[in-house]
């Protein structure tokens, strides 16, 4: 994915320096004991919240979705442990709340108001909302109100959606946003499990990442309740509320979405339950009841996000031919990858992403052959090496980078999910498959339901893999690995025939055959965009109007073609196009397909004004975190213009 996933390079602001352990989650019975850790707390550099001394174990919410207003209103509650028998304030994260009232209450006794301060806001963390806490109070209620920029909330006018006929609300709460819409502690260190009750207008149905009573999509009255028994972090909380209908493809997978897409989208996802099954045969059981998939609008600023039950996915990975499901296969390796062990804080993102982009490439091995698996792995390698060319600061080069003062968002790169899964493939490579996947399925099970350092990881690794086979991988090895910005000289890549074909294919055109003569009719998606992504950059407009005129890509119903297309236009400055790349840029909002074209764009003056134009047009459809983003490039390019 190259650049495209990373929102954009912030400069590092602060550095300090975390300490080691491991989270004291209330857990459900750990197969094993987990790891021993150092007492001293973790300290996560993204929220306020006062963990050492409160820990929430059940939050309550009752939420109204005003949809006019733009707001959810309502009430949260907390029930509380004490961790430090004599604090006497706690504080939650929010960003952008009213908060209207704040009270108490023993752990049987009735609410009496308390005190409460919101301090100021941090461009980053939001603001502080410090309560008040009597010695025996074990439960807070506030009552709130989200703001209509709630950055982890987008409303859609019934235009943004399939059907044109209904307004749609969705939440994104991954990284640090569930504080835009719930006042909580809003750090991975801590799990809770939650219930719901949600109101909505009449007609539209509410969905949550808990269980979803499947006979509510009947009855649509307005009037959801929910439970998620299961203790998850705070940022895998999520609400979508919409017209939607259910499609099973499964015993105990199937399809929320829009009524005009649903069928599609069961027959593009008709796999999930066999991806399902042959993930519990090698990591374990899946320990979340059901695995449902939600299809948003195209502005959903992601692929996909992992919310536990029920992954959000983007509709342009329905593609008619099944060619992007191994985000179904990412998404859901997730359940083990993140879910289940979790980041205990956002520098430690690759132990998510790595694991999970090692997990994905090898379900899709197991379910499509070692063909698929390496393409998919060869495709990651690919983007990997463009993102260690760009990215300017060293640590974000390396598994360890120091995020303190900077949105985690900002570390959404190829480095985490590519470089991780890269050091996991050297791995694998090294101690054997059967033995690498049984290592992993024990690192899920003696640490499930709990958070994990990246120190954890590597006490993990010496003890149960290293020390077992003494001389195989040594630990400098692995430290260079985690902590390098370079790859390591004996790193296992990835070696692709299919690619291969494509490079050859590349090299006839360039050659002179003509584009038309090219054996393109079996290319799989990933391989047409690699044929894009590796183009030199020579091409003129005679060059580019041949590839058009050969294969469509301006029209493409493909977005990720269509994404990779339209990034050579703005490159080339190939105007001819720029009335579909306009389009491209206004109908979807997912960032890996939006980003890059606008990276490419504002990298010339006028291509520039051009982004700007096009942006002020499209800004208003586009989620909080995408305009954020695309911000963030332009703004980059405004102080800092080309030569
Ligand atoms: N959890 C991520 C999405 C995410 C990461 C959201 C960080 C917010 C902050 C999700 O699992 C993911 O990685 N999605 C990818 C798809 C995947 C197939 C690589 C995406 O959206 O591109
Ligand atoms: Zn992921």
Not at 416 to 434: D, H, I, W
Request: charged share 25%.
């Amino acid at each position: 994915m190259a650049l495209s996933r990373s929102a954009l390079l912030a400069s590092l602001l602060s550095a300090g320096l975390l300490s080691a352990c491991c989270t004291p989650a209330p857990a459900p019975t750990p197969a094993t004991t987990p790891e021993t850790h150092a007492a001293e707390p973790i300290v996560d550099p993204h929220s306020h919240a006062n963990t050492e001394a409160f820990r929430t174990q059940l939050l309550r919410l009752d939420l109204t979705v005003d949809f006019d207003a733009r707001r959810l209103r309502g009430t949260a509650e907390l029930d509380l442990a004490r961790i430090d028998g004599a604090a006497d304030t706690l504080v939650l994260d929010t960003r952008d709340l009213s908060i209207d009232r704040v009270e108490v209450a023993e752990r049987e006794g009735a609410y009496v108001a308390t005190d409460y301060e919101l301090g100021t806001a941090d461009p980053v963390l939001g603001s502080p909302l410090r309560i008040r806490m009597p010695a025996a109070a074990a439960r807070v209620r506030i009552t709130y109100q989200t703001s209509p920029e709630a950055s982890g909330l987008q409303w859609l006018t019934p235009s943004q959606t399939a059907g044109k006929a209904h307004p749609f609300l969705f939440t994104q709460s991954q990284a640090i946003h569930a504080r835009s819409w719930i006042p909580l502690q809003d750090t991975p260190l801590v799990r809770t499990a939650y219930q719901a009750r949600i109101r909505t207008p009449e007609g539209l149905l509410a969905v949550m990442s808990a269980e979803n009573a499947i006979a509510d999509a009947e009855t649509r009255d307005g009037d959801y309740q929910f439970s998620m028994p299961q203790p998850i972090p705070s940022y895998l909380i999520a609400l979508a509320v919409g017209n939607l209908r259910f499609q099973a493809t499964g015993r105990r997978t199937g399809v929320y979405a829009e009524p005009e897409v649903v069928k599609a989208a069961a027959w593009e996802f008709a796999d999930t339950e066999n991806m399902l099954e042959r993930c519990e045969a090698i990591f374990g059981p899946y320990r979340w009841g059901r695995y449902d998939l939600l299809i948003l609008p195209p502005s959903f600023p992601y692929g996909g996000m992992e919310n536990p039950r029920l992954t959000f996915a983007s509709p342009t990975v329905i593609t008619g031919d099944r060619s992007l499901v191994s985000l179904v296969a990412h998404e859901l390796a997730h359940s083990w990858s993140g879910n289940l062990v979790t980041n205990a804080t956002w520098n430690d993102f690759w132990l998510n992403e790595g694991f999970t982009t090692h997990l994905t490439n090898r379900i899709m091995e197991e379910i499509y052959g070692p063909a698929r698996g390496n393409e998919e792995r060869a495709i990651g390698a690919n983007d990997l090496k463009d993102t260690l060319e760009l990215l300017e600061i060293p640590s974000d080069r390396t598994l360890t980078p120091d995020l303190a003062g900077r949105d985690p968002d900002d570390n959404v790169t190829d480095v985490p999910y590519e470089k991780g899964a890269l050091f996991l493939a050297y791995l694998e490579a090294k101690f054997g498959r059967a033995e690498f996947d049984a290592f992993l399925r024990g690192w899920f099970d003696s640490h499930a339901f709990r958070s994990a350092r990246t120190g954890d990881f590597l006490a993990y690794l010496e003890r149960e893999l290293l020390a077992r086979h003494p001389g195989v991988v040594s630990r400098a090895k692995v430290d260079e690995w985690i902590h390098s910005p370079d790859i390591p000289d004996d790193a296992v890549w990835p070696q692709s025939d299919a690619f291969d074909r494509v490079d050859r294919s590349r090299d006839e055109w360039l050659g002179g055959t003509a584009a038309t003569a090219l054996q393109t009719a079996e290319w799989s998606t990933r391989q047409w965009q690699y044929f894009l992504d590796r183009m030199p950059d020579t091409l003129d407009d005679a060059a580019m109007a041949r590839l058009d005129a050969a294969f469509d890509f301006s029209d493409s119903a493909n977005a990720i073609i269509a994404s990779r297309w339209f990034r050579l236009v703005a490159r080339h400055q190939y105007r001819k196009a720029y009335p579909a790349m306009q389009r491209h840029l206004e109908s979807v909002g997912r960032m890996l397909l939006i980003n890059p074209v606008y990276r490419e764009l504002a990298a010339t003056p006028e291509g520039l004004k051009l982004a700007q134009a096009v942006f002020a047009g499209a800004r208003d459809g586009y989620h909080p975190i995408a305009r954020d983003a695309v911000e963030k490039i332009l703004d980059r390019a405004v102080a800092t213009p080309a030569p």
